[in-house]
Every structure is written in C-alpha cells, then in structure tokens.
C-alpha cells in the first residue's frame, strides 16, 4: 500500500501563489502518473493537472491552464525521496478548494479521478478576494 501525502495549502489573497508538494512513502515514486484534484464545498471533484510515470505527458485542466504548473523531482539517485509539486501562481477566489495528490503506477497523464489508485486525505487552499 503506497501511502501519499500532500502539504503546502494555506491561505493566500488572490493574484498570489503557493506550492503544494506530494510525497509517497514508495521507493518506486518516480515509476508513478500523478495526479492533482481539487474540490471545493458543494462541488464535484475537478482535474487539475496530471503528469505521466515517464514525465512525457502533462495535461491541464481549462480552468488553471497558464497560472498552474506540475513537476516531479527526484533528488535521491535510488529514487528514495521523489516529490511532485504543483506550482499554482496567479491564484483567484475560485481556486479555493482541497487539493488532492493522487498516484498510479506506471500510469498516463490521465484527467479521470477513477484511473488512480492511491490517494492522499488533502490540503486546503484559500484564495482570499
């Protein structure tokens, strides 16, 4: 069981940024697609961004296309520590949600909530007006 963890949410005022960072207690981290949801109070779960296990293929969606981008690092030789980041810059009152890391192994840069396996419990972001 791979076990994921988000961190890095706040309150920010609008037209700010943050970075939220996933992290997975797998050695093999790096051999992941992942993914970034978010949903807000009342609302269903929305794709953000996503990232294939190869790095080669990222999507976005609509809504945070040019403010929002995702990475991977891995700064360990052995893949023992890789974190997937997701840079959100220019942020407005309607990016205020949960953020949710999500992993699937050896996956595609899928928009779809159903295609990964592993999820963490959220990180909440406020963008204040």
């Known amino acids: 069981q791979v076990q994921v963890v988000e961190s890095g949410g706040g309150l920010v005022q609008a037209g700010g940024s943050l970075r939220l960072s996933c992290a997975a207690s797998?050695?093999?981290?790096?051999?992941?697609?992942m993914g970034w949801f978010r949903q807000a109070p009342g609302k269903e779960r929305e794709f953000v961004a996503s990232l294939s296990w190869t790095g080669g293929r990222i999507n976005y969606g609509d809504s945070v296309k040019g403010r929002f981008t995702i990475s991977r690092d891995t700064i360990s030789r052995d893949n023992a520590k890789t974190t997937v980041y997701l840079q959100m810059n220019s942020l407005k009152p309607e990016d205020t949600a949960v953020y949710y890391c999500?992993?699937?192994?050896?996956?595609?840069?899928?928009?779809?909530?159903?295609?990964?396996?592993?999820w963490g419990q959220g990180t909440q972001v406020t963008v204040s007006s």
């Open positions: 797998s050695r093999t981290f790096s051999s992941y697609a």
């Open positions: 999500a992993a699937r192994f050896r996956g595609d840069a899928s928009n779809w909530a159903g295609d990964y396996d592993y």
